[in-house]
């Protein structure tokens, strides 16, 4: 199975025709709470792709955290370590403009007290097939998992988002690491993904790294780096594209599938998510990935 160790936050979305530049306000079109967070965006990616998932984070005492933790069991997600912290949940602001671009502010809430594991939490990770993990938990927190599962002989797949400089104990127990083109550039201080994705070999051995409407691009010490296109789409919402690409992809990575074709597989993924609202609830079943339908 596949073990998320992340966030759960409650978005709030403002959709409006264009952002607001500092100082100014603009009248938006319509307002949405969706469930989301890195961590649970990726735990119901996965699951809806057929993965068996389970969630370690925390949500708060707010009646967020009651949707934030029904979310996850809807979707099928093992939500029996998910703990309850007393306070607010975590929460995402969220700006979707005319154009399918979004801007972001995450306040951590109940995430803030995932600064380590239980026992519990290291027995699941023990067993699972891969762990996938974001930055929206402490830092402290993030590399207790990620040592846990490398200690275990676990697979571990790191979404450096939002981008900061990673610690050289996390990248050393870091099997994959899935920036977006922008966190790559961040990380590595290269513009061009190939050139980052290259710099990144000499910290971690395999990264995947995501380009938007261009696709993805795979990247492993001693190999030829590969690019694999993104479905041309109209996008509506990016929100969840990244995390919706790094959950299928672990699940099909997981059932032994090449990393190519799990790239093929995820973009469709992906694709079939920008072409609707929202973050989790936008994500498709596997039946609507395996037919690689394109609305
Ligand atoms: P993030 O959402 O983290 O910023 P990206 O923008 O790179 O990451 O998107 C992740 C993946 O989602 C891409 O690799 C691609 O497969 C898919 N995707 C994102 N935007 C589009 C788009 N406009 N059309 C088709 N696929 C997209």
Redesign the pocket.
Known sequence: GIVVLGSTNMDLVAYVPKAPQRGETVTGREFRTVPGGKGANQAVAAARAGGEVAMIGAVGTDDFGVVLRETLEHSAVDTDLLRTAEGPSGTAHIVVDDE?GNAIVVIPGANGTVDHLTPGDETLIAAADALLLQLELPLAGVIAGAEAAHRHGVRTVL?P?PAQPLPPELLAVTDLLV?????AALLTGIADPRAAAEALLRQVPQVV????????LHAARGAEPVT?P??????VD????????VGVLTVALVEGRPMPEA?AW??TA??L??QRAGASSSMPYRPEIDAGRLE
């Open positions: 399918g979404t988002s920036p977006n083109e922008h966190e790294i995501t380009l938007g409407a261009a696709g993805s694999v993104a479905p041309r789409v109209r996008a990016t929100t969840a594209a990244g995390d919706t690409f790239m995820a973009s992906a694709a998510s920008v």
